[in-house]
Nanobody, 122 residues
Framework: QVQLVESGGGLVQAGGSLRLSCAAS????????MGWYRQAPGKQRELVAT???????VQADSVKGRFTISRDNAKNTVYLQMNNLKPEDTAVYYC????????????????WGQGTQVTVSS
């Protein structure tokens, strides 16, 4: 099993900044891709950004230029720096990690954090 612990959500005014963190832990697994998704009330969960162990990034167009995803592979931790926040960024943000077993057969699983609320007031 892999556990994901998120932190850093909160309430901020439009134009402000927040930084989310997500630490993955679990023995016997290698952490591969990590990322952030979000779900606003009444909407489907959507991709915010993902990052590979090599640093390749995929980002939603709506956050390009404002959000930055990064990771510390040694700590199995992914970060999301959110700048110039807008009211439409209000959502529950979920951390996601793909973890592969380190023994044969290699199987990759997808894990989710509990979610952290980000609220941006206008």
């Amino acid at each position: 099993q892999v556990q994901l612990v998120e932190s850093g959500g909160g309430l901020v005014q439009a134009g402000g900044s927040l930084r989310l963190s997500c630490a993955a832990s679990g023995s016997g697994f290698r952490i591969n891709n990590m990322g952030w998704y979000r779900q606003a009330p009444g909407k489907q969960r959507e991709l915010v950004a993902t990052i590979t162990t090599g640093g390749s990034i995929v980002q939603a167009d709506s956050v390009k230029g404002r959000f930055t995803i990064s990771r510390d592979n040694a700590k199995n931790t992914v970060y999301l720096q959110m700048n110039n926040l807008k009211p439409e960024d209000t959502a529950v943000y979920y951390c996601n990690a793909h973890a592969a077993t380190m023994t044969m057969p290699v199987v990759e699983y997808s894990y989710w954090g509990q979610g952290t609320q980000v609220t941006v007031s206008s």
